[in-house]
């Protein structure tokens, strides 16, 4: 029996929604054949270029659509030009016409249920039509309370998203941060809602021969360590950790990331401390980060799932436009003794200088967290799909419910396959 599996995640801005589907894609692939007892294949869509570049397990592929990013007045192509109307209208035909040729047994979608301004909606009523099981994943923190609602309203309403799903994923540990709790995730989602662990343990390794930063022969130990994420949104911390003061006997690799804007890039360099080496990129970032002495890094969710797996002292300093994500995730962590944070209004390089200094001396544990998510999304899968029983973690009551469902779902998907071969 051949299991397939899509990931879809629109990417308008930065790469963690298409990163945390391949970190999925590699545990699904590793895990789910033994629970299913066959093979296991499938595609990741995603909206960013570089997000092709990762490789993939055997037997999956990406599907990149023509990009959509922010701009002044909505969103607007990232390359292809013309109009952004007639571009959502393209990524929703290949997005649809590719799941219909694929025919999936089990969706996951990451963040945003509908897409760009629902350009996933008519895909998504496809296959709910067809029985294919249908997965909303999130991030453990999605906004204020009071954002993250009008948000669900804007696209029909709780009740009405969480009709188009059988289940929601929530890719953190509630002891830590629980949206079911804050107001972020209302009633009817979190009535389809289980916590998984976040995404730690398992995360895929850098592909053979991609172990140091392009144009750098690696970090020379002991080394400091800055992180930017994709870097769209980190030259004001960079400019900060540019300018700090190693300790001495240490270099520091500050990693911009890879859509850091050239400009802010050669700015960096201009301020760089004697000892800190610039990267626009680097393959092995989690590998980094265990081996550094102390990170600087923002707080975004495939950061410090990277980070937390380690004992690695952090300095976490949130982004604060847009959203209030980050720093909610960075105070609940801080909270619990996991990272320092500090607001980069109130950031200087004497700061982190300082801190570096105290930092090296020490490392951090955070044994007590709950970072087994990609151990426990293959036996979540395999429950809704109708196969295996419940083992090692609780589940929503919604959960059960789900897997009554699934033999429901199994036999009406066989009986349109049967019509239609």
Not at 32 to 61: E, F, K, Q, T
Not at 297 to 309: D, F, I, K, Q
């Amino acid at each position: 029996m051949e299991t397939t599996i899509a990931l879809y995640s629109h990417d308008s801005v930065g790469l963690g929604h298409a990163r945390r589907n391949r970190a999925l894609a590699y545990a699904l692939a590793e895990h789910l054949p033994d629970r299913l007892g066959g093979s296991v294949r499938g595609l990741l869509i995603a909206g960013h270029p570089d997000a092709g570049r990762d490789p993939l397990p055997d037997g999956w592929d990406w599907l990149i659509l023509p990009g959509l990013t922010r701009g002044p007045g909505g969103t607007v192509p990232r390359r292809l030009g013309g109009d952004a109307e007639d571009l959502r209208a393209l990524r929703a035909a290949t997005a649809r016409a590719a799941l219909t040729a694929l025919r999936p047994d089990l969706l996951i979608v990451d963040r945003h249920p509908f897409g760009i301004d629902g350009e996933f909606l008519p895909a998504l009523r496809d296959l709910r039509a067809q029985g294919c099981a249908i997965v909303l994943g999130l991030r453990e923190v999605l906004d204020a309370p009071e954002p993250a609602a009008l948000e669900w309203e804007r696209l029909g309403g709780a009740e009405h998203v969480a009709d188009h799903l059988d289940a929601v994923w929530v890719y953190g540990d509630a002891q830590v941060y629980d949206p079911r709790l804050t107001g972020e995730l209302p009633g009817a989602l979190a009535h389809l809602a289980t916590t998984t662990g976040y995404l730690g343990h398992g995360r895929p390794p850098a592909p053979r021969g991609e172990r140091r930063p392009a144009g750098d022969g690696g970090p020379r130990a002991p080394y400091l360590l800055t992180v930017l994420g994709g870097g769209s949104d980190g030259a004001e911390l960079a400019r900060v950790a540019a300018a700090a003061e190693p300790p001495a006997g240490h270099h520091h690799l500050l990693v911009t990331g890879p859509q850091m804007a050239e400009e802010d890039i050669a700015e960096v360099r201009s301020i760089a401390r004697p000892g800190t080496s610039v990267v626009r990129s680097a393959a092995d970032v989690p590998e980094l980060i265990a081996e550094a002495s102390a990170v600087v890094s923002m707080a975004g969710y495939n950061t410090l799932a990277e980070l937390l797996v380690t004992s690695t002292p952090a300095l976490v300093v949130p982004r604060t436009r847009r959203r209030q994500e980050q720093p909610r995730r960075a105070r609940a962590l801080a909270a619990l003794g996991a990272v320092t944070t500090q607001g980069i209004d109130t950031l200087t390089p004497a700061v982190v200088t300082d801190w570096w200094r105290q930092a090296v001396a020490t490392r951090c544990d955070r044994t007590g967290i709950d970072l087994g998510g990609l151990a426990v999304v293959p036996r979540l899968a395999a429950e809704l799909l109708g196969h295996g029983a419940s083992t090692g973690r609780a589940t929503t009551g919604h959960a059960a419910s789900g897997r009554r469902a699934a033999g429901r779902r199994t036999a009406s998907r066989q009986e349109v396959r049967a019509v239609a071969v």
